[in-house]
């Protein structure tokens, strides 16, 4: 039966990619149905399982529980394999006849130190369709460069768009912003050649650059630099001839609200929403050019209405109204948020030592799609009996022989348990 | 590497998406933004606009600042390898040869208001009622079902409501935007990985299916840890301006801004690149130590780095493989050699606009090309599409145009 919901049912990825932007690839896959298998060597696990140590991270085997893996990691499996190790090596060639495509966004020139090059990957699986994730890609002068996303974000031009403006200090977005860019577009890399090896027969080699796809969102930019060199200017919260258009103070500690009016219409409906206030019909603020010239005068009077009151109720009195604008939500609301929750974005997960917390699901839902979250991220080597013995073949004493070998483990190398360590800061 | 990532790819293959009819009902950023790239690897995207055009033809940046509906930068990046049809779906006739077209698209992108389109009869249902493997997507800022569903919004608004502007700016000021028009382009490439995994999808299954995205889920679900953090453990994240720590952050340097972003992995190639010796301090060599004496390092890191230039940076950076980098800028990309190198831009000399380097392309395949064509001008194709290929006669289009349906 079809499920529109896993369009990728029938797919199998052998993911070995780590930290964010590949791990965001492969969920994405995973989500959509792919069998993603997650493959980590006993000596270099995906970094972001012990990025968080306890005592914030949870549980007695803690490289398996934080919440920052199991927002990439969910709906994967888990095979540990040192493709460092000929013994490893072996193991990957027997698995990837069984693949469908393989994921990577190691350093540039860490898949051909390993003798996994295009070429030896196409001969164990000649249809076989590759995705290196490199930041910089792996061709040009800087192929080398490495950065996680803020350096992509630096380097693509992106942060030189931000800023407050009155400080010439441009600024990064909040998140990782490269990252996630990246993951998505590289799903979509997958998706298109899947589609062409139906029509083909063949496989491809996909070099994406993760700076290249952050700069592709620039558009307008290059086009204003080369119809007149000219280069942005940071805009703040501000808009270059819309007024009201900003972030206003509300009641309480850092609450914060966006309105936006963007027609004559709405400015009356702002009107009647702030109660008509007198000065609202002063002249100055009669029409969209005049109250942008006198943008900040306005923003002060508005501010000044948004103030004393709770950003949910300056939100629901512009809602009525059908103003743009949107309470500035924090993270522990934006999670309990009533619009989010009706359509049921978050989802609960639930894991065997942790118990349950939400997290995202679907990123886009297609219509008959039951829940997106069918499992959370698996434990470390969760499923090496299931891939080797199960699809490989592979008998008890061969699994048995790869462990005693250090070939693949179900806990990371040199990691104690929680119990055995002190409390280490995090750096999250 | 071989020959397959050098940019000299030599396919003669007709692209990916060769043969797949796309109908693009949408304007703006988003929508376009999926189908340009569709357009780009051998997809025919028809793209319906209303008579008086796509907004996005009203928006800048222009030639030496002089606006025209057909020579606008957003306009003509996002536009690119498309045929234009003018479509009034307030008339029948408008709505019949939209009903004409959807009959031969396997892809259909929409961010008309929710349910404008069934209320006119152009819903899911309706259109794919003969063509079953149809995809369908609607983007719209909240998605088509909830309370905000029909809330209109902005950049600034989504940015709020999807969370991300919580964590964006200096902890002591405001909350921040990040430049452009970021919503809208990262639903746009959401929404090119939803129908092409989906598209994947009705070819093996000779089944389609209707794909509802929320231009404020869709950046919501990148919060990164932080949402992760409050739902697993109950900790509100602050903002942190342009610091997560010492080693992750913008620091200033004499030619501009440079940046850092180590992991603990990170430190020791970090360390050996800077050079300082009291960097190789246990108050600072320890991960857990790097923290508690978080201040002491960045007040260290801002001595260094006022010394260092942007080339230095990315020198050191490449030498001793630790994640470096600096606040590039538009000039400084355009005239990468790097980027030049892997043939990114779109360089082209356009009709109207004059000379034009854009992006060209999102990635490099040794199997596929990517077009880098003009952008149709308003109406361009309708000639072809409506008398041409759904055979309607001359004089029918006379009629249409009086109607105003085209």
């Known amino acids: ?428 | 590497m071989s020959e397959h990532t050098n940019g000299e790819h030599g396919s003669d293959d007709p692209g990916p998406y060769a043969g797949v009819r796309v109908l693009e009902l949408a304007e703006g950023i988003s929508g376009p933004f999926a189908g340009r790239w569709l357009a780009a690897l051998g997809a025919d995207v028809v793209k319906v606009e209303r008579t008086t055009g796509d907004p996005s033809r009203a928006f800048g940046p222009w030639p030496d600042d002089l606006p025209d509906d057909e020579t606008s930068g957003l306009f003509l990046y996002l536009n690119g390898d498309k045929r234009s049809v003018t479509l009034n779906l307030e008339t029948s006739d408008g709505r019949e040869i939209l009903r004409e077209l959807a009959e031969s698209a396997e892809i259909v992108i929409e961010s008309f208001e929710p349910g404008y389109l069934a209320e006119r009869g152009l819903g899911y249902e309706e259109l794919s009622k003969d063509n079953p493997a149809m995809v369908m997507i609607s983007i719209t800022p909240f998605g088509q079902t909830g309370p905000n569903a029909n809330l209109p919004a902005t950049e600034l608004t989504l940015y709020a409501a999807s969370g991300q502007m919580w964590l964006t700016g200096h902890p002591a000021r405001t909350p921040l935007k990040n430049g452009g028009s970021q919503p809208s382009y990262q639903a746009g490439l959401n929404a090119f990985a939803a129908v092409s995994s989906a598209y994947y999808g009705a070819v093996i299954h000779e089944q389609g299916s209707y794909i509802d995205l929320s231009m404020q889920e869709t950046y919501a679900a990148m919060a990164e840890a932080f949402h992760n953090r409050a739902s697993q453990l109950g900790i509100e994240t602050q903002r942190g301006g342009n610091f997560l720590n010492a080693l992750w952050g913008i620091y200033e340097i004499s030619d501009g801004y440079g940046g850092i972003c180590a992991l603990p992995r990170n430190y020791p190639g970090f360390a050996t690149a800077v050079g300082l010796p009291e960097l190789q301090d246990e108050r600072f060599s320890d991960p857990g130590n790097r923290l508690i004496n978080n201040d002491e390092l960045m007040a260290i890191l801002y001595g260094w780095f006022s010394g260092q230039t942007r080339q230095g940076l990315m020198e050191k950076g490449i030498e001793h493989r630790v994640p470096f980098g600096f606040v590039a800028t538009f000039e400084d990309l355009a005239n990468s050699e790097h980027m030049q190198e892997r043939n990114f831009f779109a360089q082209r000399d356009d009709e109207r606009a004059g000379q034009l380097t854009y992006p060209g392309r999102l990635w490099l395949s040794n199997e596929h090309e990517w077009k880098m064509g003009a952008a149709p001008t308003l109406g361009e194709h309708n000639v072809e599409i409506i008398h041409g290929e759904l055979g309607y006669e001359r004089e029918d289009l006379v009629r249409l145009r009086e109607l105003d349906a085209i």
């Open chain 1, 1 to 428: 039966m079809f499920d529109p919901g896993r369009p990728l049912s029938g797919v199998r990825v052998a993911d070995l990619t780590m930290i964010w932007a590949g791990p965001y690839a492969a969920k994405i896959l995973a989500d959509q149905g792919a069998e993603v298998i997650k493959i980590e060597s006993p000596r270099a696990w995906d970094n972001i399982r012990t990025l968080i140590p306890p005592p914030v991270a949870l549980g007695e085997r803690w490289w398996n529980t934080n919440f920052y893996l199991h927002e990439y990691s969910r709906n994967k499996k888990s095979l540990t394999l040192d493709l460092g190790s000929e013994a490893g090596k072996q193991v990957f060639a027997k698995l990837l006849p069984h693949c469908d495509v393989v994921i990577e966004n190691y350093r540039t020139d860490v898949m051909d130190n390993l003798g996994l090059t295009y070429d030896w990957l196409r001969q164990q699986k000649d249809d076989i369709i590759v995705v290196g994730m490199a930041g910089f890609g792996k061709t040009g002068p800087e192929k080398d460069a490495v950065g996680y996303g803020p350096i992509i974000e630096m380097m693509s031009g992106m942060t030189s768009t931000s800023g407050y403006g009155d400080d010439g200090v441009p600024y990064k977005s909040g998140i990782s912003y490269g990252d996630p860019i990246a993951g998505i577009c590289a799903a979509a890399a997958v998706a298109t050649a899947l589609i062409q090896r139906k029509r083909t027969g063949k496989g491809q080699y996909i070099d994406l650059a993760q700076r290249e796809v952050m700069s592709a969102l620039l558009g307008e930019f290059y086009m204003d630099w080369s119809m007149n060199q000219r280069l942005p200017e940071h805009m703040g919260t501000g808009h270059d001839w819309l007024s009201p258009h900003n972030v206003y103070p509300c009641a309480g500690d850092d609450e914060w609200i966006a309105i936006c009016v963007r027609t004559d219409g709405e400015w009356e409906g702002l009107k009647r929403a702030m109660g008509s206030p007198e000065w609202g019909e002063r002249p100055e603020f009669s029409d969209q050019i005049l109250r942008w010239e006198h943008r900040a005068e306005l923003d002060e009077l508005v501010g000044t209405w948004t103030s004393t009151k709770a950003k949910t109720d300056v939100f629901a009195a512009l809602h009525a109204e059908r103003i743009p604008s949107s309470p500035v939500w924090k993270m522990l609301e934006v999670i309990r948020e009533p619009h989010l929750k009706a359509r049921g974005f978050y989802e609960p997960l639930r894991h065997p030592e942790v118990g349950i917390w939400s997290v995202h699901g679907w990123l886009w839902r297609s219509d008959g799609a039951g829940p997106c979250i069918l499992a959370p991220a698996p434990e470390f080597g969760q499923h090496n009996d299931e891939v080797l013995g199960g699809l490989l073949g592979m008998s008890p004493e061969e699994r048995a022989r790869l462990e005693a070998d250090g070939i693949i483990a179900t806990q990371p190398e040199g990691v104690p348990l929680a119990s055995e360590m002190a409390p280490t800061p995090s750096m999250l």
